[in-house]
């Protein structure tokens, strides 16, 4: 396979430019707004969501399948599987950390402090990186009937009550040190497998630990809350306790950001088209990027139509500045790295894809109720020459053109992946 040189990249770009231009889209303007653009890259692709807790097997609704060989097995191969991955997705992003991932100590999660993450802070300040932080209601003793922050026992509401706490108070030192606010989003696993007969205790039980969780105060310039809702997941099938709709009133009702998967939601339900209305509501909004194929939710994200219309809608009510972009997938029977990688590099071509939009031909059109010229002008779109702006973008950036990438990804897991035992 010929790898494209520079030369050649840059006259594709002037070509690619100059179509564009024929539609009223300045593709220099495009590059310049994708400067903007940061995503938050997860941490736990680099090993499955195992973390550094203990080899128990993963609970709560989290399963892996694959085993490809590379796998990170401590700190020092997931940071530096990291600094490979962000090598290869152009701008500069943020890493999202869950609780179990702590590397600065051993405590339980309701006792995490900042100085368990003190590696973490400081590696970001190396890399120049910004950090967002999960608690991790999963993968634990007191998880392991798939109820947390609802359980009828109060001793164990209150573990997961301290552990919520624990984790805003985690986020909000990365936050502090980072100079960038740290996006703290909860999500939990509590549901039922079959039809129960009590719905709404649950519900009330998981209302008044929310409450508990957020009652303390903290400084929005550190750290910014978000709750995250479910259709429905392994182990409760029937009955979700933190719904859509539980979670979205909750959240505009204690201006907390709603975070919305993509994977979890009705196949036939479009995220896309929920962000105008509830940024009518909301003042920030969190996404989960993810893909969902029947009922797993997630799985690598690819430049499909749902990814397409996301960053599409975001952009079109411009609303990048209210929108928290973070990606939520894991896959083990690939190359972790290129799953980290196709993953973000999709995400952020569709951005791009929505910055080289025709945006003024297609209201135009929609204004005077074209709707013909509308439908034919979003197909044209699609052939545009997105693809070489993206390799100049890349270029731009100092990172691999696609096929650079590829072989990238190929030589470490020959150098370093493939000696991993």
């Avoid at 939990?188 to 409450?211: A, E, F």
């Avoid at 799985?299 to 749902?306: A, I, P």
Wanted: proline residues 4%; contains cysteine; neutral net charge.
């Amino acid at each position: 396979m010929k790898t494209r040189g520079t030369d050649e990249i840059k006259a594709d770009y002037e070509q690619a430019k100059k179509t564009y231009a024929a539609w009223g889209v300045d593709t220099e303007k495009a590059l310049a707004r994708m400067a903007e653009r940061s995503i938050s890259i997860h941490c736990w692709q680099g090993d499955d969501v195992a973390g550094f807790e203990s080899e128990g097997p993963l609970s709560g609704g989290i399963a892996t399948t694959g085993n490809h060989p590379g796998k990170a097995r401590n700190w020092g191969e997931l940071k530096a599987d990291l600094e490979k991955a962000l090598s290869l997705i152009p701008g500069q992003h943020r890493v999202n950390v869950h609780a179990l991932y702590a590397n600065g100590g051993k405590a339980d999660r309701d006792q995490q402090k900042p100085e368990h993450f003190r590696p973490w802070i400081d590696w970001a300040k190396a890399q120049k990186v910004k950090l967002d932080f999960n608690g991790s209601f999963f993968s634990h003793p007191k998880a392991a009937d798939g109820l947390t922050l609802s359980h009828p026992d109060a001793s164990i509401r209150e573990f997961w009550i301290r552990h919520a706490q624990a984790a805003r108070e985690i986020g909000e030192a990365m936050g502090r040190e980072l100079g960038s606010p740290s996006v703290v989003n909860l999500w939990i696993p509590d549901g039922s497998k079959d039809l129960p007969v009590d719905r709404l205790s649950p519900r009330k039980r998981l209302k008044d630990s929310l409450d508990a969780a957020f009652a303390k105060k903290t400084d929005p310039k550190h750290m910014k809350d978000a709750v995250e809702c479910k259709l429905f997941g392994i182990g409760s099938e029937s009955y979700v306790v933190g719904s859509h709709e539980f979670y979205l009133g909750y959240a505009l009702r204690n201006k907390v950001m709603p975070c919305f998967d993509m994977g979890h939601f009705h196949p036939t339900e479009s995220v896309a088209d929920k962000i105008s209305s509830t940024l009518l509501w909301a003042d920030e909004l969190l996404l989960h990027v993810s893909r969902g194929v029947r009922w797993d939710s997630d799985h690598v994200v690819l430049l499909g139509d749902e990814l397409r219309l996301l960053a599409e809608e975001i952009t079109r009510c411009d609303a990048w500045s209210r929108v928290n972009f973070a990606l939520d997938y894991f896959d083990a029977s690939i190359n972790r790295i290129a799953a980290w990688a196709v993953g973000a590099r999709s995400a952020m071509k569709a951005i791009l894809i929505s910055h080289l939009e025709p945006i003024e031909a297609l209201r135009e059109a929609e204004k005077k109720g074209n709707f013909g010229r509308r439908l034919a002008l979003v197909e044209a779109n699609k052939a545009l020459p997105f693809g070489a702006v993206w390799d100049k973008f890349c270029l731009d950036k100092g990172v691999p053109h696609e096929q650079a990438c590829l072989e990238s990804i190929d030589e470490y897991e020959a150098s370093v992946l493939s000696k991993r035992k």
